[in-house]
Structures are given as C-alpha cells and as structure tokens.
C-alpha cells in the first residue's frame, strides 16, 4: 500500500520541462563538514543556486494546501529516508522555477544529495539526460572535528539532533550510505575534495581554487 501511495504522490507532482540543461554541483561532507557555510560563501562570489534537498522537505511539509506534505511528515516521524521520488521532483521544480525567472541562473549547488544509493539511482532514473553533474564538491572533515563544531552549533541553533548521541548516528549513517556514493564519484573523476578541518576562510580559499578552474 505504502509503494502504491508513493507512486500516486510522485505521479501527481508538477511536470518539469526545462529548455536549458542545469549544470549541478552535489555538495557532500559529514554533519558540521560546513556545507551550508561554504554555499552560502559559493553563491556570494559564483553563479550559483544553493538547494538544500532537507530544506526542500521540510518547505513542502509546513506549505499550506501541499498534496505530500503529511507524506513527508509521516517518513521524518518514523525516521524513514523520505520516498527519492518526492525529494529529486522538488529539486526539478526548484530548479525550473529558478531558471524561469531567470534564465542564467542554470547553475546549482545541491547540498546534501545523493545520500545514499537509492537517492543516486533514483536522480539517474529521473534527471538522466535533463541535468549535467559537472563533479561532487567534498567537505572532508575527521569524525570528531565535525562532533565538536555541531556541539558548538547546537549552543545557539536549536536542532535536536545536535547532541554527541544523535551525532555518532549521523556519523555512522554518513559512513554506511554517503561516503560509498563519494567513493563511486571518484572512481569517474568527479570529486573535488577540500580540507574542511580549516577555519571557513581557509576552506574557502581552496573552494575558490576548484570552482576557478573548474571555470
């Protein structure tokens, strides 16, 4: 019942079509790696759109009259992954939505996606052809450097799950899922690893080094 709710979700979501390919960046790194930080720095300084697949999520759950969001709801609840479908749809309309409005802006940094094997092959099965992956921009960041500044963070940011328990989770889910998808990136070349154990402007000095070659 549960594939054929997810099925009928995704069918009703909006068709995309989009003239212009998007070039993606994914941006990837463990809890407290500084993506968010680093993209916000990206879209400063380079013609780009930063879409946070999380934020996406949790937009489309509190948007009054959204046909998924209690679908959404139920998956954060349980601590499911919520459905690839749904989560790669809104990156496709936020996508097209930015580009409608203005047609350089072809151009993005999606943060914290793929995260698994399932969100890798679900992107290919729908954006195969629609989107360019130019590479995977990766935060690299030890273990306990990312505990200490997402404990640091969780002083002032008010996020539950900014705990040390909650945090060795992230971690390990991080290690199990995300890092194999990085590692199948590097094998076709596509990763531009950066230091992010540095101060913010010192990661960002090597950031710019990748996006300036990159061009």
């Known amino acids: 019942m549960l594939a054929r709710l997810v099925r009928n979700v995704a069918q009703r979501l909006p068709s995309v079509s989009m003239m212009t390919k998007p070039q993606v960046v994914f941006v990837l790194g463990g809890p407290g790696a500084g993506k968010g930080t680093q ?82 092959q679900g992107w290919k099965s729908v954006m195969d052809g629609k989107a360019d992956v130019r590479f995977v921009l990766f935060f690299d960041c030890s273990n306990e450097v990312c505990i200490t500044r997402c404990l640091e963070r969780g002083k002032s940011s008010g996020r539950t799950d900014d705990n040390r328990e909650s945090l060795e989770k992230r971690i390990q889910t991080y290690l199990l899922s995300t890092r194999p998808i990085i590692e199948l990136y590097e094998k076709d070349g596509k990763v531009r690893c950066v230091d992010a154990s540095h101060s913010v402007e010192e990661v960002f000095a090597d950031v710019k080094r990748v996006f300036d070659k990159e061009g």
């Open 39 to 120: 993209c916000a720095k990206i879209v400063e300084n380079y013609n780009y759109t930063h879409l946070s697949a999380g934020d996406l999520l949790r937009a489309e759950r509190a948007r009054d009259g959204s046909e998924f969001g209690q679908l959404i709801s139920s998956f954060i609840k349980e601590g499911k992954i919520v459905p690839v479908e749904i989560t790669i749809n809104l990156l496709r309309k936020a996508m097209q939505e930015t580009m409608q409005k203005d047609e350089q802006k072809y151009r993005f940094l999606i943060d914290g996606f793929p995260r698994n094997e399932d969100n890798l």
